[in-house]
């Protein structure tokens, strides 16, 4: 018996218990995804060794960066080859090519090679993440959709839990290449698990690739994503920093007008006249700034503070993970019974709101237990919008086009991460450098790059009255951030109250 995970039609009811190789295809759809979550954080613990080994310490980042850059650009793509092909054949391609990429990662002969290695991870990776989250939208009912997206935010949480820990001790015990090449057996069996139980779709309509538009959305998220990064550079602005946005802007307005044209648009801009898909692509882009984007901020505040070693602040964002875990399958089961979801995202921005105004008061003597509350309370907030998104995005859209919305609202998450990134950095620097004028003289001389180049490290090695002093105007400005994102959790929150308190029927 196979299962085909095409749209059905529209008069289709998915069933109340799915069969066992529903479930089987379903179990799949979560391992490709864990897979290419897990390698956006397993790579971390990793990262000293290979620029030890490999050498080009100044291409660090873009170990992370090239597989967070080539996945944004092509998750579009795949969902709209999904929808137009099947998503068989279009998620074993991702398969295949995340296998590939993985291989080649692990027989790295050089900076320069890993970084092109984990482009092609990133663009197998890419396609499936989209790709798993598609299957599932078709693979179940409105309804039934939501408890299984729930539990699929439970293994993305997973992954950023177990991400960094199975990095380290796999680089300790087989070697850093063995973070790439543990994919290779699972990846095969994942593939072979979709070959088995997965139905192809035969269609004799000939379709049209918009290749053009695809493009030029891929030059404007790469030009974007990539100046989010490049905007933190300690060396400060040069003229990417200007030509970037210019680019990205540009290619934007192209791919519209492109886009208007169009026989089958890569992102058909029809979904833009459903109120619901219009208001959750907004919300997602504002919510990966307040919450992607500030996982940075945490660990950097947290180590600062406190003077712990990173290994003993990872500890710290456990508690989000597993109360975002946990809140996600809750949601799910709470849609699937009543249909409802718009009240979740707007708390979920309440809280984020409250807990940004409850960080500016915490302090060096706060203590390590109210850190993890708050941290849990982050989680919560997370586990209330995330999956709950996802689901709202996948029952407005009509089935043809599931794969469209889901690329679409994965993209804009991955876009907001990294504009937040560079706006929430940009209102902490600017806000450090306007203390670093209180600071008494014989304090600020102990710093010679001045609050903005305050590390944990040299935090630590201050008088312990300097530091106090240090930590005090230090955490006035990093509490401007928090008042900003505080700002942009409100705004995120009027948008979802705009959002129609509509009721997911049961039928697809």
Excluded at 97 to 108: N, P
Excluded at 459 to 475: F, I, N
Aim: net charge neutral; hydrophobic share 55%; proline share 5%.
């Amino acid at each position: 018996m196979t299962v085909d995970s095409s749209p059905v039609p529209a008069a289709a009811e998915a069933p109340a218990r799915p069969d066992r190789t529903t479930l089987l295809v379903y179990f799949g759809a979560l391992i490709a995804m864990f897979m290419a979550t897990l390698d956006m954080q397993i790579v971390v613990t990793a990262l000293p060794t290979i620029a030890g080994e490999l050498g080009n310490l100044h291409l660090f980042g873009w170990v992370g960066s090239a597989y967070l850059l080539s996945t944004a650009a092509v998750a579009p793509f795949y969902g709209k080859l999904g929808d137009m092909y099947g998503r068989k054949n279009v998620v074993m391609t991702a398969i295949v090519l995340f296998i590939i990429g993985s291989a080649v990662c692990g027989m790295a002969w050089s900076m320069e090679s890993l970084i092109a290695a984990r482009v092609l991870q990133g663009i197998g990776g890419g396609g499936l993440m989209v790709s798993a989250f598609a299957m599932i939208g078709e693979l179940f009912g409105p309804r039934d959709r939501a408890k299984y997206q729930g539990y699929s935010s439970a293994v993305f949480a997973l992954s950023s839990i177990l991400g960094p820990v199975a990095g380290g001790y796999i680089t300790d015990i087989f070697g850093w290449r063995w973070v790439f090449l543990v994919n290779l057996p699972v990846g095969i069996i994942v593939l072979c698990i979709i070959a088995v139980a997965m139905q192809s779709r035969f269609t004799e309509k000939k379709h049209k690739v918009d290749y053009l538009g695809g493009v030029l959305l891929a030059v404007a998220t790469t030009a974007i994503v990539y100046w989010g990064d490049h905007v933190l550079d300690p060396a400060g602005p040069d003229l990417l920093t200007f030509v970037l946005p210019v680019i990205g802007v540009g290619a934007a307005i192209w791919f519209i007008m492109v886009e208007r044209s169009a026989e089958e648009p890569i992102i058909p801009l029809r979904l833009f006249r459903n109120h619901t898909i219009s208001i959750v692509t907004i919300v997602s882009l504002i919510a990966g700034s307040v919450t992607l984007g500030m996982f940075f901020y945490f660990a950097l505040y947290f180590q600062t503070l406190t003077g712990l070693g990173p290994a003993e602040v990872g500890f710290l964002f456990l508690p989000a993970s597993a109360t975002s875990m946990v809140i996600s399958m809750l949601a799910g089961r709470v849609i699937a019974a009543t249909g409802r979801y718009k009240w979740m995202p707007v708390a979920a921005m309440a809280v984020g709101a409250a807990l940004m105004v409850a960080f500016t008061f915490i302090d060096a003597h706060t203590p390590l237990w109210a850190l993890a509350i708050m941290m849990a309370v982050f989680g919560i907030s997370m586990g209330l919008q995330f999956q709950v998104l996802m689901v709202a995005i996948q029952a407005a859209a009509p089935l043809a086009d599931i794969g469209a919305a889901t690329g679409l609202i994965t993209q804009a998450r991955t876009i907001g991460a990294s504009i937040g990134l560079a706006i929430n950095g940009a209102v902490m620097t600017f806000a450090l450098t306007q203390q670093n004028a209180t600071l008494p003289a014989d304090i600020a001389a102990q710093l010679p790059e001045g609050l903005t180049g305050l590390s944990p490290h040299i935090a630590s090695a201050l008088p312990e009255a300097a530091r106090d002093v240090v930590l005090t105007h230090y955490g006035a400005g990093i509490n401007a951030m928090f008042l900003w994102v505080a700002a942009l959790y409100v705004l995120a929150m009027i948008f979802t109250i705009m959002l129609r308190d509509v009721q997911i029927p049961k039928r697809a």
